[in-house]
């Protein structure tokens, strides 16, 4: 039940207060359903101190309702480059039905559409009814569905050398890697993306070496004792040989050296290669994320 007049704020970084009020957001919803979602927000949370510390303004991308002084919903957009932004979000089980989403909803594609943008990605876990009906009421059409692994602590990994070397990217490694995520994202090159800033908001851009020739890079992103791998490219020249294998564990255990506990990724389900890998290495399933393209 609405207790006073709804305000929806609209912010260009996250903080603090509003992550923790975020998360606690997510952990109300999930007493009522076991539903998942990618805020990104320690990321986001290391980049506003790093852009703020600059003096970069922003342009809204964080949009929070609020019941009097309660926060009862959220939706982020996330730009990593691409062409199209990802949008995720959700409302208090009990606000639910009041048309406080559809709100926040018009707020958000109002930015995008001042950015330019003609479609977006929403993001829903499909087990959710309610994500689901807005979907299908936006006539969203699905792009791709992205399974949410983990790897068990448990899991004993060893190296398997095959002369592969991790190389922390520099700067004047960007083009190099804006060639390899070509396989994978259209887009044009992006000079303001610096590997060693990106270090800074916590996330090392790993480059795979093997004989002194650049043959993949991964990216690991770090929270805490928890980290997340993304970015992981292979040459397809240097494929089929274990290579992304012996990469694979040797990110792994780097990222153990480091004290994580808990190795999260997202994988494609129209990729079942790079699928399969990582169920050999180890890593389970535990929900599915899917993308579906909303057009302005």
């Given at each position: ?7 929806i ?75 199209e ?18 709100k ?10 001042s950015?330019?943008?003609?479609t ?18 936006k ?18 990994l ?23 995520n ?7 090159f ?55 294998k ?12 480091k004290?994580?506990?808990?190795i ?33």
């Amino acid at each position: 039940m609405l207790k006073k007049k709804i305000n929806i704020l609209a912010q260009p970084y996250v903080d603090a207060s509003m992550v923790k009020s975020i998360h606690q957001l997510e952990l109300d919803a999930a007493k009522t359903e076991q539903l998942h979602f990618k805020f990104e927000l320690e990321y986001k949370l290391a980049d506003a101190f790093e852009k703020q510390k600059q003096g970069i303004s922003g342009r809204p991308s964080e949009f929070l309702a609020y019941d009097g002084d309660q926060l009862i919903g959220y939706t982020g957009i996330c730009f990593f480059g691409g062409n199209e932004s990802e949008v995720n979000g959700l409302v208090a089980p009990e606000y639910r039905r009041n048309g406080i989403f559809t709100k926040i909803i018009q707020e958000v594609e109002t930015e995008l559409l001042s950015r330019g943008h003609k479609t977006y990605l929403a993001l829903v876990d499909q087990s959710s009814s309610s994500g689901m009906a807005w979907i299908n009421a936006k006539q969203g059409v699905l792009d791709h569905v992205e399974y949410e692994m983990l790897l068990p602590e448990e899991t004993k990994l060893e190296s398997l050398s095959k002369g592969i070397v991790l190389r922390l990217a520099t700067n004047s490694d960007a083009q190099v890697i804006y060639q390899m995520n070509r396989a994978f994202e259209d887009g044009e090159f992006d000079p303001s993306f610096l590997p060693e800033e990106e270090a800074k908001r916590g996330m090392e851009i790993m480059l795979i070496e093997r004989e002194s020739q650049i043959i993949g890079k991964i990216h690991l992103q770090y929270f805490g004792d928890e980290a997340w791998i993304f970015g992981f490219v292979i040459d397809s020249a240097y494929r089929g040989k274990q290579l992304g294998k012996a990469a694979l564990h040797e990110s792994i255990l780097w990222m153990r050296s480091k004290g994580v506990q808990k190795i999260y990724l997202q994988v494609d389900s129209e990729n079942p290669i790079a699928y399969s890998l990582y169920r050999k290495v180890g890593f389970q399933n535990l929900y599915a994320m899917a993308y579906y393209r909303i057009t302005l």
